[in-house]
């Protein structure tokens, strides 16, 4: 299977960006990032996810949610799985 597309809608400032970030990339996984500063990308960010809180991260078109949703995934060992496109739903 091949990798699926991983988008982060965040900001520069913020430390839980910064820390999905560094666990994403410890993984392999290249990032598209999206800044959601202006006005626009925050709302797509909040139409796309239903959150308000940054990151918002998504593997192709599942949401995984933000920085501490991605560790719970990590501790429950489903984060490499997901991934690699192996599994498609939460």
């Not at 988008?7 to 959601?36: H, N, Q, W």
């Not at 202006?38 to 809180?53: P, R």
Request: charged share 25%.
């Amino acid at each position: 299977m091949s990798d699926p597309h991983v988008r982060m809608y965040s900001t520069s400032m913020c430390p839980y960006c910064v820390r999905a970030s560094r666990l994403l990339e410890s993984k392999g996984v290249e990032i598209e990032k999206i800044d959601a500063s202006s006005a626009e990308k925050w709302q797509e960010m909040e139409m796309a996810s239903n959150q308000s809180t940054v990151p918002q991260i998504f593997v192709g078109d599942l949401h995984l949610g933000g920085c501490d949703d991605i560790y719970a995934l990590e501790r429950a060992g489903k984060l490499d799985a997901i991934l690699s496109g192996e599994v498609t739903t939460l």
